[in-house]
C-alpha cells in the first residue's frame, strides 16, 4: 500500500455486502438511463426507418422549379440527389384505364428507386428509351404482360401506348383502391402530358448528404434560387426522427422529449444520491477513526470521492451491459415480429447515445452526489470514533410525539419526517416516479392519436361493388364461406340517401345491413337501447350525429323502393365505422329487415379476413370472384399499420416499463437504505425489548410517510408538467383539450404501493434475523 | 428467594479448528436484591454471559432460569416480551433512542408495552437520576454521565427483578463513575433488584456483594467478602 487511497479496494473487498447496495444503485441507474437513451436512440432509428419505407428517404420537395433552377440546385454540394416526379390520374378520376382498371400514370428520374426503396424493381430496367414503362405486378399478372410487350392507356378521347421495360412492386394505395400503375422516365413523361401538365406538376425531391444542416441549406437554396417558401414542403416524418425539423410542432415534440431526458437524468442522480448519502452515513465511525488517526478533512473529502469513482468503474460497466442487452431484445423483437419494416435495424447494435449518456451521467452523477456525503464525512469529528456514540446518537433536532400515537409509529413517523432534508429527498425521489411516468404516459395518447390502429373488423380484401350498388350475389357468399382460408367474410348491403322522417321532421338516411360480427364489434358502441331486438330484425340502430337524433322505441318512417315503411329505433350506436356525409343519417338493420325494406337481395361489399395472408390464396378468391366487382386489397396497408403501431407501442410501453421499474426500485432501495441506516439502532431496541412485530410497524410508518409525500408532491408536480406536454404534443396538432391521466395515476400509485409493501418485505427479514449482541457490538 | 439460576451454561462459537468455547459449563445462581459483579479479560466470556443471561445470545447447552421462568424454552416474541417486563439493560455505549427526550427515553419500556406511564414513578426516577432539569433534552445534548444516568433510568422504570450492567462506567470518568454506581447501589439496596455487572475496573467492585471471575470461559465465584483482598 502506497497511499492512503490504496485502502479503497481493500476497505471494498472486506466491505463487499456493506458497499454492495451502493453499487447496484449505481449499476440500476446506469442502466436506466442507458436503457432510456438506448432505446429512445433504437426508436427514432426504427421510425426513421418507417418513414424512409413508407414516405420516402427524401428529405426536401420544391415544386414549380424551372430547368435551370433545377439544374442549379442538382450541382449544390450538399444535395445528394435530386428526383423529379410528376403524376397524372392520381386520384383515379380522370379516366386513365388500362383494361377497364384506374391507371396512375407517373414521370419521375431513376433515382426515384433510391429515395422510394418500397417501390422496387421485381425484373427488367429503369425505361431509358421514348415510350417505355414500367408496370405494376398486378397489371402484370391480370393482363399476362411480360417485358418488351405493349400496354395500351385509355386515356380520355385518346389512347397512349407503351412497351413494357420492367416490372414494380404495388404501393399499398394501388392494392388498396384496385389500381395499376404505369412508370416512365421524365421525358416520355413530357411527351406525352406536355400539353396537359403544367411544369408546375413536377415536383423536385431531394435528398441532402449526411450531416447536413438542411435548415440552413434550404435557406441557402431559397435565397440564391428565389424560390419562395411556399414552394418547399419538408418530409415532416424524416426529419422528425433526424432532429431537422423545423415544423413548429416538431419542434414542440422535441422541447417534450427534451425534459422527459433530463427528468430521466434527475432521477438518476436521485437514486444515486440517496444511496450514497446512506453508505456515508453508515460509516461515521470509520471516518472519525481516519480523522482520528490523523487524516485531513481534504483527505477524507478525496476519500469519499475516489470511492466514489472506483464505484463507477465497478458499476458502470456492468449497468451498459444489462441496457445493451435490453436495447438489444427490443430490437430483436421488432425485427422478429415485423421483419420486412425492420430489416435494416442493428440486430446486436449498440447505440452509442445511449451508452454516452450513460457513462457520462454515470460519472458525472456520482461526483456530483459524492461531493455532499465527502463534506459530511469530512466533518465528522475525532471523538466520534472514540467516544462510542457513532452510529447511535443522530443529530435529531426535536422529540417525537409519542403522546398520542404507539411509540413505535411515533418513532417511525419521525424517522421519514425528523429530518426535513432526507423527507424533502425522499418524497423527492418517489415523486420523482410519478412526475415520469405521467411525462412519459403521454406517448400512449400520442400513439392513439398519431396512428390508426387496426380494428378488429379490419379486413385484409374487399369484394365491392362496382357501381356501389347492392349487386354481389348472395351465393357468392355462401360460397366464399366455404373457402378453408378464410378466417371471417362478413357482408354489407347499402341503400343511399333515403328519404326518412325522423321525430317528425324530414331528413335523409343511409341503410346499411349487418350481420352476426358485425353486431359483436358494435356492442361496445351501444349507447342506448339493445342489440338483441336489431339482430331479431325488430329494430333499427340510429348512429348518433349531430342533427339526427331519435329516442329509443320511436319510429323512423323511410321511404324505399317498396314504399313508406316504419321502423323502430331498438338502440343508439355513439360510433359507427361508415360515415354517411354531412347531414345524412346512418340506419344499421339486420339483413333479413334490410331485404324486407328494399327488396334487394345481393351485398354491396363483402369484407373478408384471412387465415391464409399469402398472394396465391387472394389470387383464388380474385378469381371466384370474377371480374365484374372490384378487388381491393388492404394486407400490405395493414402491414404497414401493424408495423407502424408495433414499433411505437414497443418503446412507448418499454419507456412506461423502464419507469416503473424506477419507481419500484427507488422504493425499494430507499427503504432498504433507512432501514440499514438505523440497523444498530433498532439493535438496541430490541435489546430493550421492542417486539419484530413493533420495528415492523415502525418501518411500515416510516415508510407510509415517504409514499404518501411522494405521491403528494408527485401529483402536484406531475399534474402541471402533464398539462403543459399534453398541450405542446396533443393539443397543438390534433385540438383535444387536456384531461386528468386518471388511469396512469392509479397505475403508478398502485405500482408505488404494491412496491412499498414488497420494499418492507427484506429490511424486515434482516431485522428478524439480525443478531442483537453483533448489531450493537457487545 | 433465586432470582436468576444459571446451570451447566455452555457457548460454542465456530466449528472445527476455528472452534471457540466462551462458557465452559457455567452455573450459579442470584439471590433477590444481591448486586453481583463480573471481572475477567477481555475475551474470557464475561459478556457472552451477560448476553446469554439478558436473552440476547442464544446458549449452545444448559439453561437459565429468571425468577423461576426458563429463558429459552420460550418462544421469540414471548421472550422478547419477558425481557423488557423483566429485565434491564444498561450499555456501556448506552445506546439512547436519539428521537426521544430524556423523559421519553426512560418510559420507553413502559411504552412499548402500552402502558400509561405513572407521573409519579417518572418524577421520582427522574428525581433519583437528578434530571428533573433536564427532562426534555435530547441525548445529543447531554453530556456521557447524563446520557448514562438516562440508560440506568430507563433500566429501572418497569422496576425489573434483574438489571445487567455491561461496563457501565466504561466511558465516564470518575466523578461520573461514582454516580452511577452509588445509583445502581441504591436500585440494588432500595428497590431489591438483582443486578449483574460486567467491569473491568478493580475500584468498581468494592461496591458489589459478590464477585465471580470468568477465566476461559470458566467462572469461579470469589465470595462476597472480597472487597479488601481484591482492593
Known sequence: MKNYLNLIPISSKLHRRQTRMTRWCIVISVFLISAIFGMADMFLQSQKNLAVMTDGAWHVVFRELDEEQTALLAARPEVKSVTRYAATNYKLDMGYEVGGVQTVLCGFDETFFEIYPQAHLTEGAFPERDREALVTESMRERQGLSVGDEVVVAAPGDSLTFRVSGFVEDTSMMLKTDSFGVFMNTDTYLSCFRDATLTADFACYVEFVPHCRIQRAVGDICESLHIAKEQVSENARLMGTLGQSGDHYIMMLYLVAFILAALVAVSGMMMILGSMNSNVAQRTEFFGMMRCLGATAKQVRRYVRTEALFWCMKAIPPGLLFSVVTVWGLCRMLKVITPTWFSEMPGFGISLPGVFFGILIGILTVLAASRTPARKASEVSPLTAVSGNAGTVFAAKRAAHTGRLHVETALGLHHAAGSRKNLILLTSSFAFSIILFLGFGIGITFMKHAIVTLRPYTPDISVVSQDDSCSIPDSLYTALKENTDIKRIFGRSFAYDLPAQIQGEDKRVMLISYEAYQFGWAEGDLRQGEMEAVRDGEGVLLVEKPGIAAAVGSDIELETKTGRQKVRVAGILGYAPLDSGEGVGTVICSEDLFRRLTGETGYTILDIQLHDKSDAVVEGIRSAAGENYRFSDSRKNNRETRAVYFSFALFVYGFLAVVALIAVFNIINSIAMSVSARMRQYGAMRAIGISVRQLQSMVAAETLVYLAGGLAEGLVLGMPLHYYLYRWAITARWGDAWRAPVIECLVIMTVMTLAAVAAMTGPVRRIREMSVVETIGM | ?231
Do not use: W
Request: overall charge neutral; hydrophobic content about 40%; proline content about 3%.
Open chain 2, 1 to 231: 428467594m433465586e432470582i436468576v439460576e444459571v446451570q451447566d451454561l455452555c457457548k460454542t462459537y465456530g466449528m472445527g479448528e476455528a472452534k471457540v468455547e466462551a462458557l465452559k459449563h457455567v452455573s450459579f445462581t442470584l439471590q433477590k436484591g444481591e448486586f453481583a459483579a463480573v471481572i475477567g479479560e477481555s475475551g474470557s466470556g464475561k459478556s457472552t454471559l451477560l448476553n446469554c443471561i439478558g436473552a440476547l445470545d442464544e446458549p449452545t447447552g444448559g439453561q437459565i432460569m429468571i425468577d423461576g421462568r426458563n429463558l429459552f424454552a420460550m418462544r421469540e416474541e414471548e421472550r422478547t416480551i419477558f425481557r423488557r417486563r423483566n429485565i434491564g439493560f444498561i450499555f456501556q455505549s448506552f445506546h439512547l433512542i436519539p428521537e426521544l427526550n430524556v423523559e421519553q427515553n426512560i418510559i420507553f419500556p413502559l411504552l412499548l408495552d402500552y402502558k400509561k406511564p405513572d407521573s409519579r414513578q417518572v418524577e421520582e426516577v427522574l428525581e433519583v437520576l437528578g434530571l428533573q432539569e433536564r427532562r426534555r433534552h435530547l441525548p445529543g445534548q447531554l453530556s456521557g454521565g447524563q446520557q448514562q444516568r438516562v440508560a440506568i433510568g430507563r433500566a429501572l422504570i418497569t422496576k425489573p427483578k434483574l438489571i445487567l450492567a455491561d461496563e457501565p462506567t466504561g466511558n465516564l470518568d470518575r466523578k461520573n463513575s461514582r454516580e452511577v454506581m452509588e445509583l445502581l447501589r441504591k436500585a440494588s439496596g432500595q428497590y431489591q433488584q438483582t443486578i449483574l455487572m460486567i467491569t473491568h475496573n478493580p475500584n468498581l467492585i468494592t461496591s458489589v456483594d459478590r464477585v465471580m471471575q470468568v477465566a476461559d470461559g470458566i467462572l469461579s465465584d470469589l465470595g462476597g467478602n472480597v472487597n479488601e483482598k481484591l482492593s
